[in-house]
């Protein structure tokens, strides 16, 4: 007969003396450290416990879950109430004082990003997109929108990116893509089933890929020839929060406006006969 839990936290106190020594130094962790393992991916948690990610797999199956994001869920369950604080001087428990944390959270966002971007990473990845015939853009639920809104802003001084949203239709691209192409895939984790098939096959294709993500030791980012990193801590109650994709769309701007340099000319004139094609769309 199974024990109730009031806790997954509980439950690994119980269950900890029936665990292997590597998975100790897991439950160890994660009681000292839960509400930060819920913004952890698996590979970051793995290097924190100096295991492997098929470990973290084991311990959480330990526990009757699926997998490694149910537990992080059961984590988010400790700390799911909401907090009455202050910030910028006015109490969360105040339209005013959720509306300063809205404005801090996003501007927080950028600021991160902003860190953990590297110039060369951006530049190698504008190169990739400067000598590629066709850009393919992709992702999984909200990081698939992140994916259309690239490649909206990209359409704008050249026709040569798109966006493509069905998983199959993705992989079907991917097939019949080229060497001269390239693949800008959106996985905050990094960790979603679609994005690594499209890897793995640009990967074994020689199609150039690039990744914008949260994790840099994630699955993904082992497959991708560019890792671009974006801001925002995101709980696994959050799916797609505005933060993460301010985030986002920092690292898409800043993939713009450094493409636009390098083209000003070709970038200049295609804006222009978009502009008159439009023009007659406004009243």
């Given at each position: 007969m199974e024990v109730p839990y009031a806790s997954i936290l509980d439950q690994i106190r119980d269950s900890y003396l029936h665990l292997t020594t590597a998975e100790q130094r897991i439950a160890d962790y994660v009681l000292a450290q839960y509400e930060q393992v819920q913004f952890m991916s698996i590979t970051q948690l793995a290097d924190e416990c100096n295991t492997a990610d098929a470990t973290?797999?084991?311990?959480?199956?330990?526990?009757?879950?699926?997998?490694?994001?149910?537990?992080?869920?059961?984590?988010?369950?400790?700390?799911v109430?909401?907090?009455?604080?202050?910030?910028?001087?006015?109490?969360?428990?105040t339209q005013t004082g959720r509306t300063h944390r809205v404005a801090r959270l996003g501007r927080d966002a950028i600021q991160q990003t902003i860190d953990l971007l590297r110039p060369e990473q951006v530049l190698q990845a504008v190169t990739i997109l400067e000598k590629a015939a066709h850009v393919m853009?992709?992702?999984?639920?909200?990081?698939?929108i992140m994916a259309s809104e690239?490649?909206?802003l990209f359409s704008t001084v050249s026709g040569k990116f798109y966006a493509v949203a069905d998983s199959h239709l993705q992989m079907s691209a991917v097939a019949t893509m080229s060497k001269q192409d390239a693949i800008m895939l959106f996985s905050y984790s990094g960790a979603t089933t679609n994005g690594l098939e499209a890897l793995e096959l640009a990967k074994s294709r020689g199609i150039p890929t690039l990744l914008v993500t949260r994790f840099p030791k994630s699955p993904a980012a082992r497959l991708a020839d560019v890792v671009?990193?974006?801001?925002?801590?995101?709980?696994?109650?959050q799916f797609g929060s505005v933060p993460a994709?301010?985030?986002?769309?920092?690292?898409?701007?800043?993939?713009?406006?450094e493409y636009c340099h390098r083209n000003q000319e070709s970038c200049a004139e295609n804006i222009r006969l978009i502009a008159s094609a439009l023009a007659g769309k406004h009243v």
């Open positions: 973290v797999s084991r311990f959480c199956r330990r526990l009757n879950l699926k997998g490694f994001n149910a537990f992080k869920i059961e984590l988010a369950k400790q700390t109430q909401q907090p009455v604080d202050t910030m910028d001087d006015h109490p969360l428990d853009t992709i992702g999984a639920g909200g990081s698939m690239c490649a909206h671009l990193r974006c801001g925002s801590s995101e709980g696994p109650f994709r301010i985030a986002q769309l920092t690292v898409i701007d800043i993939l713009f406006q």
